[in-house]
Every structure is written in C-alpha cells, then in structure tokens.
Nanobody, 124 residues
Framework: VQLQASGGGLVQAGGSLRLSCAAS????????MGWFRQAPGKEREFVAA????????FYADSMKGRFTISRENAKNTVYLQMNSLKPEDTAVYYC??????????????????WGQGTQVTVSS
C-alpha cells in the first residue's frame, strides 16, 4: 500500500486546511486509517483515526471540535479537515493505514503503512 498525503501549506491562525491522503491498491476500504503529526523536536503524535467503514472516528483531545476525519472509499482517500488552526498545530502531518487487529487506535505502532507527510505551518 502506498499513501500520498497532500493539502498542507501555510495558513494564518484561525484559518482552515483540508488534508488528503490517497491510497493505492484495492484493499483501502478494508483498512482503518489514521492521521498523526510530528513537530520539530517532538515525538510523532496521534491526531485522528477512522474505521474502515467510516462509522467510527477517534480524536486526540486537543483536536476535538476543530478537526474532522472522513473517508471516501470509492476514491481510496481519507481526509482531515482542520479548522480554527493554531500555531501549535504546525507540524508534518502523516497518514497511516492498516491498524492491526486489537491494537490501539491512538498509537503509532498500531499502523502498518505510512505516507510521506505534508507540512502544515500556522502563523500567528
């Protein structure tokens, strides 16, 4: 599985961005998907995740109410809508695929496949 993240950029505080992650292959619809981010000098952290069907979503506490994860299985794509962005949201954002059965939704080690990341910079 190859994942291609896009949609990052420079935005002012309070603005919005929508990230996309396009996946190759015909098994995308069976994969749980996640978004993580990594700021300079920090560990990669969980942002959001969505179940294979789209029926369940999960968010880090600091993103609840501001970020929305969704997916379109027909397009092999998962999205992350980010609103009310803050300077502390500045990071490289990574999409991840294939959460291993019975593993945590929130941990990096739970996901098998990773995209290359897209930079999000929020100016104050």
């Amino acid at each position: 599985v190859q994942l291609q993240a896009s949609g990052g950029g420079l935005v002012q505080a309070g603005g919005s961005l929508r990230l996309s992650c396009a996946a190759s292959g015909d098994t995308f619809s069976s994969y749980d998907m996640g978004w993580f981010r990594q700021a300079p000098g920090k560990e990669r952290e969980f942002v959001a995740a969505v179940s294979w069907s789209g029926s369940s979503t999960f968010y880090a506490d600091s993103m609840k109410g501001r970020f929305t994860i969704s997916r379109e299985n027909a397009k092999n794509t998962v999205y992350l809508q980010m609103n009310s962005l803050k300077p502390e949201d500045t990071a490289v954002y990574y999409c991840a695929a294939y959460r291993m059965m019975s593993s945590s939704w929130y941990e990096r080690k739970s996901y098998r496949y990773w995209g290359q990341g897209t930079q999000v910079t929020v100016s104050s």
